[in-house]
Nanobody
Framework: QVQLVESGGGLVQAGGSLRLSCAAS????????MGWFRQAPGKEREFVAG????????NYADSVKGRFTIARDNAKNTVYLRMNSLKPEDTAVYYC???????????????????WGQGTQVTVSS
């Protein structure tokens, strides 16, 4: 059974930084694409960032490019999301996700992922 456990969320002022972590278990972590999504109240879940098996191939939503960085440590079965220059509109519950074996591209839709964590709240105050 695949399990994903997020941590690192919290309250931060605009312009600040946070690093989210997602610990995975239940299968060979390094073979699979990992992603981060977020969902604000009243809005659909949206893609934030994703990363391929070796950490070289990444994909970002336009809204976070240049501010967020996704990385993975396959030895620790963990994926990270470093968030800098946070804005109030980044406020959401952030979810870690994993899906299919990496095949060269990182999907940016929820259909590309099959397992989800429970989420961690990120609140950015103005």
């Amino acid at each position: 059974q695949v399990q994903l456990v997020e941590s690192g969320g919290g309250l931060v002022q605009a312009g600040g930084s946070l690093r989210l972590s997602c610990a995975a278990s239940g299968r060979t972590f390094s073979d699979y694409t990992m992603g981060w999504f977020r969902q604000a109240p009243g809005k659909e879940r949206e893609f934030v960032a994703g990363i391929g098996r070796n950490g070289i191939i990444t994909n970002y939503a336009d809204s976070v490019k240049g501010r967020f960085t996704i990385a993975r440590d396959n030895a620790k079965n963990t994926v990270y999301l470093r968030m800098n220059s946070l804005k109030p509109e980044d406020t959401a519950v952030y979810y870690c996700a994993t899906g299919y074996r990496f095949r060269g591209t990182v999907p940016s839709t929820t259909e590309g992922y099959t397992y989800w964590g429970q989420g961690t709240q990120v609140t950015v105050s103005s």
